[in-house]
């Protein structure tokens, strides 16, 4: 999601406003956040707020959206699978542990994606992202010629992932290594049935 802000100074705005929406949720709860308290804390007057911000829905899929890229940024800089070529059962673990240590290591993407019903859910254009460096993972591992439609298994590997992760952090009220395993377990038993 992008909002058009083309000058300088705008772009600095809509930083401020989304740095002061990140520390309210992560200071507090996801109820806690008001285009009003955002104004209050990020220093801008309401009307600059407004301008840029229509609703707290439409905020909070702009912090999801940041999220989702921080953790494709920080799958990429994790090492990759050293052989080139390892099987399913590896590359399948290290995409699950990929995302699992930047939802760990996140607290805003802990509340907003997992802890969250996901209201606003995650727009198809984040799905398709992280299915894409799911999926360049993949290849660089194993031969995912024979898969129909791969694209669309690897953002079902991405939902599956997230849904997983979602679940442990709601029953355990965080997220733990139950949900890392558990995620790794059905990814492999998904990946399988189309590698097979």
């Excluded at 829905?57 to 953790?71: Q, V």
């Excluded at 699978?81 to 399913?88: A, P, R």
């Excluded at 952090?169 to 189309?194: C, F, H, P």
């Amino acid at each position: 999601m992008d909002i058009s802000a083309k000058q300088d100074r705008s772009k600095e705005r809509i930083s401020k406003i989304i740095d002061a929406a990140i520390n309210i949720i992560e200071d507090g709860e996801i109820d806690d956040l008001t285009l009003a308290k955002v104004a209050e804390i990020s220093g801008l007057k309401r009307t600059s707020t407004y301008k840029f911000i229509p609703t707290v829905n439409f905020l909070k899929k702009l912090i999801i959206a940041k999220c989702i890229d921080e953790c494709v940024e920080n799958f990429s800089t994790i090492n990759v699978i050293e052989n080139s070529k390892v099987d399913l059962i590896k590359a399948s673990n290290h995409i699950v542990y990929s995302i699992y240590e930047f939802f760990l290591h996140s607290l805003i993407a802990q509340k907003l994606i997992l802890g969250n019903t996901l209201n606003p859910p995650l727009d198809s254009n984040s799905i398709h992202k992280l299915g894409n460096v799911i999926q360049e993972t993949y290849e660089k591992s194993i031969n995912l010629d024979n898969v129909f439609n791969k694209e669309g298994v690897c953002r079902v590997v991405a939902q599956i992932i997230l849904s997983i992760f979602s679940l442990n952090t709601k029953e355990s009220g965080q997220l733990n290594d139950v949900g890392k395993i558990e995620a790794s377990r059905a990814v492999i038993a998904y990946m399988t049935s189309w590698t097979s």
